[in-house]
Antibody
Framework: QVQLQESGPGLVKPSQALSLTCNVS??????????WTWIRQRPGKGLEWMGH???????SYNPSLKSRISISVDTSENHFSLRLTSMTAADAAVYYC???????????WGQGILVTVSS | EIVMTQSPATLSLSPGERATLSCRAS??????LAWYQQKPGQSPKLLVY???TRPTDVPARFSGSGSGTEFTLTISSLQSEDFAVYYC??????????FGGGTTVEI
């Protein structure tokens, strides 16, 4: 059974960067065949696709975030990471990592991590 | 960017009733459409992909239909555990992948 688990700080100061990691078990990122994805959900709102990374390190990002977002992969550790710079209150959300098939619909999701932006 | 519009925003039904949820795309997405269910405090769960294909762990009372710009998720007979928020997502034209705003199925 594939499992994903987000980790990182639950509180970020305005203007700082958010760094989250998604640890994957039950599948090997290095095997390929999937996009490793970050999605967020602002309080009481819908789902926003942020971007994804393939095992080669190739990435695709939401244009609305393109200047602030970076997603990387570490196949040796079987995890992938999100970095979002210049955080503001508008970035407060539950951040989910997930596995997306090709073409990309998400078949497995992490439990999510709540990130608050406050000084 | 393809805009996904779901209707209605809220559907109030009783257990045993049939639920019909709609999703419309701003341009054709072929059959590259997925549906997810999200219960309070939980992450979304995949219900349908390819517009009409159910993963093996999804009950048969859930069915998806449609193609192009108009899609429907039908729950044939609502069970208590089906009261949740449902999202559609297109994966025909990206980036970005886009989701609908959701339909809440409530008692």
């Amino acid at each position: 059974q594939v499992q994903l688990q987000e980790s990182g700080p639950g509180l970020v100061k305005p203007s700082q960067a958010l760094s989250l990691t998604c640890n994957v078990s039950g599948d090997s990122i290095s095997h390929g065949g999937y996009y490793w994805t970050w999605i967020r959900q602002r309080p009481g709102k819908g789902l926003e696709w942020m971007g994804h990374v393939y095992n080669t390190g190739s990435t695709s990002y939401n244009p609305s975030l393109k200047s602030r977002i970076s997603i990387s992969v570490d196949t040796s550790e079987n995890h992938f990471s999100l970095r979002l710079t210049s955080m503001t209150a508008a970035d407060a959300a539950v951040y989910y990592c997930g596995r997306a098939a090709i073409p990309p619909f998400l078949d497995y999701w992490g439990q999510g991590i709540l990130v608050t932006v406050s000084s | 960017e393809i805009v996904m519009t779901q209707s209605p925003a809220t559907l109030s039904l009783s257990p045993g009733e049939r639920a019909t949820l709609s999703c419309r795309a701003s341009q054709s997405v072929g059959n590259f459409l997925a549906w997810y269910q999200q219960k309070p405090g939980q992450s979304p769960k995949l219900l349908v992909y390819g517009a009409s294909t159910r993963p093996t762990d999804v009950p048969a009372r859930f069915s998806g239909s449609g193609s192009g710009t108009e899609f429907t998720l039908t729950i044939s007979s609502l069970q208590s555990e089906d009261f949740a928020v449902y999202y559609c997502q297109q994966y025909h034209d990206w980036p970005p992948l886009t989701f609908g705003g959701g339909t809440t199925v409530e008692i």
